[in-house]
């Protein structure tokens, strides 16, 4: 661990604390500012010369700022001499724009971040929970998307040991995560998996068509990689609800939370949301009673130790 560098960028400090404790080591130490016009300025002032280096930055809100710290910090390592550059980014922000849109004239914003993380340098990427596909964000075989499967199922198994007759049925709130909830559901003594088909009328207005099986009684366990308005979530709580849920828990990733989201999960159907320290949460989104959080700390760790 002696050629062991960590680095923080200003996305989610207390994650990098986190994880730099669990491998007894410490961050090194940088300068990050910002000039009056917004410009940003880095600085590195440990010896890096032929170490390994982690960079720890998920480019979460404000995205293309913390996505411009990454860069500035690689770049500074790459003139430095480092052996090797691991970009660790738990929330990977512009995953969801990994494919050309039908109809307009549009670019493929996750290659364009792809290219640019290459291009000053990144010789391998960590990341959590990647909303698509890794092959599809083009790193190729230099990403490793680490899952919080068995981490949330550990937490559910516990949180629900308490509870007489608890009757899980997984559930994917919509279509496209339909792989990720059955992953889920197999290490759940292979329960039974509900998908909840939607479509969206319009920006941020989602309809719930069907389900696909009996929730009657049951306690819904919903399994999905972020969450953003929440409308998704909130309409999927609603719609088990009225089909009879005895109780509905969500388990999502990446708390990104953004306009009324704390506020519409806070009145939704909803009984409880846990999500991981990918993202610092908002004051509100801490001080929301049904939204806990669960750290990716151990997790990054035991795959940075590997």
């Known amino acids: 661990m002696t050629k062991l560098l960590l680095v923080s960028g200003n996305a989610n400090l207390p994650l990098s604390e986190k994880i730099a404790k669990r491998l007894n080591q410490r961050l090194g130490k940088t300068l990050i500012s910002q000039f009056g016009d917004g410009e940003t ?6 010896p890096v ?3 390994n280096v982690y960079i720890i930055q998920p480019t979460s809100m404000p995205t293309n700022h913390h996505t411009m710290e990454l860069l500035l910090i690689a ?6 001499e480092a052996y090797r550059i691991i970009a660790v980014i738990p929330y990977f922000g512009y995953a969801r724009q990994n494919k050309p849109l039908d109809s ?6 996750a290659k364009v971040v792809a290219d640019l993380l290459k291009t000053v340098g990144i010789d391998h990427v960590i990341t959590v929970d990647l909303h698509t596909e890794p092959g599809d964000i083009f790193f190729e075989k230099s990403i490793h998307n680490l899952s919080t499967t068995q981490l949330f199922l550990d937490d559910l198994i516990e949180t629900m040991s308490h509870k007489k007759d608890f009757n899980p049925l997984v559930v994917s709130p919509d279509t496209g995560g ?3 909830a059955k992953a889920f559901a197999k290490k759940l003594n292979n329960s039974e998996l509900v998908v909840i088909d939607k479509h969206r009328p319009n920006p941020n207005d989602v309809k719930i068509r069907n389900m696909s099986g009996n929730v009657k ?4 366990v919903i399994i999905d990689d972020m969450i953003d308005t929440g409308n998704t979530l909130c309409s999927a709580a609603r719609a088990l609800k009225a089909e009879g ?7 999502i990733t990446h708390p990104v939370l953004s306009g009324e989201a704390v506020k519409n999960v806070g009145d939704s159907s909803i009984d409880e949301l846990v999500v991981t320290d990918t993202i610092v949460l908002s004051a509100a ?3 929301c009673k049904k939204i806990r959080v669960h750290s990716v700390a151990m997790l990054i760790a035991k795959e940075i130790a590997r």
């Open 41 to 46: 300025r880095v600085e590195i002032l440990e």
């Open 49 to 51: 010369r032929d170490r």
């Open 75 to 80: 770049d500074a390592l790459k003139r430095a």
């Open 104 to 109: 307009i004239i549009a670019p493929i914003s």
């Open 178 to 180: 339909v792989a990720r």
């Open 217 to 220: 009684d049951r306690d819904c």
């Open 245 to 251: 849920a005895g109780s509905v828990i969500a388990y």
């Open 285 to 287: 989104a801490k001080a």
